[in-house]
């Protein structure tokens, strides 16, 4: 009995462990599952098959990346993609960059497109413009968010888009099921009633677990009429709002694009649209307008964006990333509030310092997440040692993920540095071309770094054995996550 016991034992955990090297994408993900099921029989199992596995991950490739090709397959024919005479207008002002552009023209077919941007700094500044601009809309209003609150901001654009639809104006919202699970039965339901079509991203059931079982939509996008659009790290919550009391100042970033760029944005938008509910979209000039809109005052810049998660065959967001920091060569001043990075990001924010680039890394004092915080502390030693300056902003918490390099290139977008930014979740963001928009980025990071501490190499590498033990259990633990 015992023998039997032990061989069907031996094929659970050969199959498991299978099932851990087909499935897992990750490296350090898939060997911490290894080790877990081998170093707690059946616990291991048990927690691997409860919360390692993603239930959804083939239905989810299988219909998106099916409404992919089908938008891409009109999308590429009947978009103008003015990429090349772009590049050869502005020849000189992109010469250290032509190569990224066709980078992510080769590995998300994104279009290089001249447009105009306003940087969005902190909630209080967010809010106001996209609410103004949402008032203009008079074809349609698209929505893609993660986080979404039943506060005053939140039924501030709840009321909104209700005005807008009781106008006539077609208004489309996609959420994330878990992370806006608290406005299922208010703001949702108020939605519905008002005419405004309103769906999950991705459905989910058991709560307690869906943030680790399911993949997330972590885009915080809006498109208004095909014209003019938003993208960046604040979700719809009074919290990112520094002008509402709630006990916690926020910093983050968002900027607002008018131009073709948002046509880029719809694309992506259409493809989350028709999967996630029964009426799909076909491509149409009215979802992908030709006309160029009226431009304002704000800074022109030639932009690309870049879209990541599982339906895609290599991980952009990543991948981008990495291109990024081998590109720069005087400056790199990064923001982002989960950093867990992989070996590839590792040694190239490593590497870049080590040939004299100006690295900093800017990330809260405190994490909301005593594990990620734990784990991105046990790499700050090999970065400090490389060279990298690394800043712990003390005023509050700071969510923004941005980039600003060399003082010519700009990132704003929603993916933090960590293996589900990476891999599992769905995000998005902007890579902008631009000298003006660059000096106002690097502006703003240097006004953030006056609310910073900067760690001290030698004190740092004085840590006691018991900190590193913790932080080096918790960057295992990371895998996890």
């Given at each position: 009995?015992?023998l039997?016991?032990?061989?069907?034992?031996?094929?659970?955990?050969?199959?498991?462990?299978?099932?851990?090297?087909?499935?897992t994408?990750?490296?350090?993900?898939?060997?911490?599952?290894l080790?877990?099921?081998?170093?707690f029989?059946m616990?291991?199992?048990?927690?691997?098959?409860?919360?390692?596995?993603?239930?959804?991950?083939r239905?989810?490739?299988?219909v998106?990346?099916?409404e992919?090709?089908?938008?891409?397959?009109?999308?590429?024919e009947?978009v103008?993609?003015?990429?090349?005479?772009?590049?050869?207008?502005?020849?000189e002002?992109?010469?250290?960059?032509?190569?990224l552009?066709?980078?992510?023209?080769?590995?998300?077919?994104?279009?290089?497109?001249?447009?105009?941007f306003?940087?969005?700094v902190?909630?209080?500044?967010?809010?106001?413009?996209v609410?103004?601009?949402?008032?203009?809309?008079?074809?349609?209003i698209?929505?893609?968010?993660?986080d979404?609150?039943?506060?005053?901001?939140?039924?501030q654009i709840?009321e909104?888009?209700l005005?807008?639809a009781a106008?006539?104006?077609?208004?489309r919202?996609?959420?994330?099921d878990?992370?806006?699970?608290?406005?299922?039965h208010?703001?949702?339901?108020?939605?519905k009633?008002?005419?405004?079509?309103v769906?999950p991203?991705i459905?989910v059931?058991?709560?307690r677990?869906?943030?680790?079982?399911?993949?997330?939509d972590?885009?915080?996008?809006?498109?208004?009429?095909?014209?003019?659009g938003?993208?960046?790290?604040?979700?719809?919550?009074?919290?990112?709002?520094?002008?509402?009391d709630?006990?916690?100042w926020?910093?983050?970033?968002?900027?607002?694009?008018?131009g073709?760029?948002?046509l880029s944005?719809?694309?992506?938008?259409?493809?989350?649209?028709?999967s996630?509910?029964?009426?799909?979209?076909p491509y149409?000039?009215?979802?992908?307008?030709?006309?160029?809109?009226?431009?304002?005052q704000?800074?022109?810049?030639?932009a690309?964006?870049?879209?990541?998660g599982?339906?895609?065959?290599?991980s952009n967001?990543m991948?981008?990333?990495?291109?990024?920091?081998?590109?720069?060569?005087e400056?790199?001043?990064?923001t982002?509030?989960?950093f867990?990075p992989?070996?590839?990001i590792?040694?190239?924010?490593?590497q870049?310092?080590?040939?004299?680039?100006?690295?900093?890394?800017?990330?809260?004092?405190k994490?909301?997440?005593?594990i990620?915080?734990?784990s991105?502390?046990?790499?700050?030693?090999?970065?400090?040692?490389?060279?990298?300056?690394?800043f712990?902003?003390?005023?509050?918490?700071?969510?923004?993920k941005?980039?600003?390099?060399d003082?010519?290139?700009?990132?704003i977008?929603?993916?933090?540095m960590?293996?589900r930014?990476?891999?599992?979740?769905?995000?998005?963001?902007?890579?902008?071309?631009?000298?003006?928009f660059a000096?106002?980025?690097e502006?703003?990071?240097?006004?953030?770094l006056?609310?910073?501490?900067e760690i001290?190499?030698?004190?740092?590498?004085?840590?006691?054995?018991?900190?590193?033990?913790v932080?080096?259990?918790?960057?295992?633990?990371?895998?996890?996550?």
């Amino acid at each position: 009995m015992t023998l039997f016991i032990t061989i069907i034992y031996l094929l659970i955990l050969i199959y498991t462990m299978g099932r851990i090297l087909l499935d897992t994408r990750s490296i350090p993900k898939t060997l911490a599952y290894l080790l877990l099921v081998v170093a707690f029989p059946m616990i291991g199992i048990i927690f691997y098959f409860s919360f390692g596995i993603n239930y959804r991950h083939r239905r989810t490739i299988s219909v998106m990346g099916k409404e992919q090709r089908v938008l891409d397959a009109a999308y590429l024919e009947k978009v103008q993609d003015q990429t090349e005479d772009l590049l050869a207008k502005h020849r000189e002002e992109l010469a250290q960059y032509s190569e990224l552009i066709h980078f992510l023209h080769q590995l998300g077919r994104e279009f290089l497109s001249a447009n105009q941007f306003k940087l969005l700094v902190n909630g209080e500044a967010k809010f106001p413009e996209v609410l103004a601009t949402l008032k203009t809309a008079q074809r349609f209003i698209h929505m893609e968010y993660y986080d979404w609150e039943n506060d005053i901001r939140g039924n501030q654009i709840k009321e909104m888009l209700l005005n807008k639809a009781a106008e006539g104006v077609k208004v489309r919202v996609l959420y994330d099921d878990y992370a806006s699970r608290k406005i299922r039965h208010n703001i949702v339901k108020e939605l519905k009633a008002g005419g405004v079509a309103v769906f999950p991203k991705i459905k989910v059931k058991l709560n307690r677990v869906a943030n680790r079982m399911n993949h997330r939509d972590h885009r915080k996008v809006i498109i208004v009429d095909g014209l003019r659009g938003f993208l960046g790290g604040i979700n719809i919550s009074d919290r990112y709002d520094n002008s509402i009391d709630t006990g916690l100042w926020w910093r983050d970033t968002h900027v607002k694009v008018t131009g073709r760029l948002v046509l880029s944005l719809q694309r992506h938008f259409v493809v989350s649209w028709n999967s996630s509910q029964p009426d799909p979209l076909p491509y149409s000039r009215d979802l992908f307008p030709e006309k160029e809109p009226a431009m304002s005052q704000e800074v022109s810049a030639l932009a690309q964006v870049i879209a990541g998660g599982p339906i895609y065959p290599a991980s952009n967001i990543m991948l981008t990333y990495f291109k990024i920091f081998t590109l720069a060569r005087e400056k790199l001043y990064i923001t982002n509030p989960y950093f867990i990075p992989n070996e590839s990001i590792l040694d190239a924010l490593k590497q870049a310092a080590l040939s004299g680039v100006d690295v900093r890394l800017m990330i809260p004092m405190k994490s909301d997440s005593m594990i990620v915080g734990l784990s991105a502390n046990s790499y700050f030693e090999e970065l400090l040692e490389a060279g990298v300056r690394i800043f712990l902003y003390k005023k509050g918490f700071v969510h923004a993920k941005t980039i600003v390099a060399d003082g010519k290139l700009s990132v704003i977008g929603t993916a933090n540095m960590d293996i589900r930014s990476f891999d599992l979740n769905f995000e998005i963001m902007s890579i902008i071309y631009s000298a003006e928009f660059a000096l106002n980025m690097e502006n703003m990071y240097l006004g953030d770094l006056k609310e910073c501490e900067e760690i001290d190499g030698l004190q740092w590498a004085k840590r006691g054995p018991g900190k590193k033990l913790v932080e080096s259990i918790a960057r295992l633990v990371s895998a996890f996550l």
